[in-house]
């Protein structure tokens, strides 16, 4: 995407061919950082502090990850080593799990003086095929908003509601959930995004809201709990989230509060989309409330606040009484029956073994 007037992903490879850099997350919107990534630690970190986050973006960051692992100690024990460090970063985005799998069930049968130029080449070709699974699950995603847009008789505006952020931001370029969104308003159609603040970490606020800014998308941003009034009084045309693991039947573990927006959308007739890679779906699991790890990140990010001052300053303030507890579950999971349609790059598919099966026969037996 283009970010002050320059095309722009998240993740790329440094001039040097070695070193690999990112968008640091925790400073936008009001600081735009290019860190450099130089070891395996720097993924590893770049992951677990969320400088890079988004379910596609954490495997395309893991595979470098592994590149850079591979510059540092290519034996069998470096190998293994770099594998459990980066998997223990982030324990719900099941991409991790996908790109580490990729690198490893590649670079293992190579002698240990190939493997550091594999790992970078085989980096560059899963940030490559998220940008082409994000642009096409885009096209068909915009398919149903022009759909829904035209049935309502082409109003000044359509709305989208959407949670956390989903957008380029969370994939090497394009987004999930806001691929569709961009593809729309680049064809004409006056599409509106309602924005989830999405507390604690305010992905809503501070990422979505920068990026459809820069794209020119018009925007509004909401607090958590307004989606459902919104809905009540017809405000919200269709929902699109994005997910951090799929089940092979359909269920959708998102950002926590994805599950009570689909309950919403569901008591008011409000369609619920899903935007997702192939990369998104678990095919091992067809339980989401029972079988997806859920993130629990420290109780800080739900006391505390950060923010811009009025004199400009970045602060953090605390907004509990000293000594209350807080509980900060970074993840829910919708299930499938919630789920109106899951949007891939191979087409738009039911949420059910059935729909997933038929999108990819080659992954489910
Ligand atoms: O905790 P985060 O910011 O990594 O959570 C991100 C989300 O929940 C996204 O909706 C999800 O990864 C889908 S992204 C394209």
């Known amino acids: 995407m283009i970010v002050n007037g320059k095309p722009t992903r998240t993740i790329w490879l440094g001039d040097d061919g070695y070193t690999v850099e990112i968008i640091d997350q925790t400073r936008l919107p009001h600081e735009f950082i290019v860190v450099r990534m130089e070891t395996l630690d720097d993924a590893a970190r770049a992951i677990s502090h969320m400088l890079v986050r988004g379910a596609p973006l954490i495997g395309a960051t893991a595979a470098y990850g592994m590149a850079l692992a591979m510059g540092q100690d290519a034996s069998d024990e470096g190998l293994e080593n770099a594998y459990k460090v980066l998997y223990a970063t982030r324990p719900t985005a099941v991409n991790l799990r996908w790109a580490l799998d990729d690198l490893k069930a590649l670079l293992a049968p190579l002698s240990a003086d190939a493997r550091q130029a594999a790992a970078y080449a085989r980096a560059a070709d899963i940030a490559d095929e998220d940008v082409e699974m994000c642009s096409s699950l885009g096209e068909h995603g915009a398919a149903i908003i022009r759909d829904i847009w035209e ?103 998102n950002k926590i509060g994805t599950y009570l927006k689909a309950l919403a959308a569901m008591d008011n007739g409000v369609p619920f989309y899903v935007g ?3 990369p998104t779906i678990d095919w091992t699991i067809t339980d989401g409330v029972r079988d997806v790890p859920i993130e629990e990140r420290d109780p800080g990010e739900v006391t505390r606040l950060t923010g811009l001052t009025d004199d400009g300053k970045i602060e953090t303030i605390t907004i509990t009484p000293a000594g209350s507890p807080a509980a900060n579950y970074a993840f829910d999971v919708t299930p499938a029956r919630l789920v109106t349609g899951l949007i891939t790059e191979r087409g738009v598919a039911t949420a059910s073994i059935e729909g997933l099966k038929a999108l990819y026969p080659e992954r489910v037996g």
Do not use: F
């Open 151 to 253: 049935n309502k008789g082409k109003p000044d505006r359509i709305n989208v509601l959407t949670h956390c952020n989903a957008g380029w931001l969370a994939t090497v370029d394009w987004g999930t959930a806001l691929a569709p969104v961009y593809k729309a308003h680049d064809a004409g159609i006056p599409v509106h995004v309602w924005v989830d603040e999405t507390r604690p970490r305010n992905q809503g606020a501070s990422l979505t809201c920068w990026e459809l800014g820069q794209h020119g998308v018009p925007h509004t941003l909401i607090v958590d709990n307004v989606g459902g009034h919104l809905m009540q009084h017809g405000q919200v045309d269709l929902c699109i989230t994005g997910t951090d693991r799929t089940t092979a039947a359909g269920d959708v573990c």
């Open 276 to 278: 997702l890679p192939g």
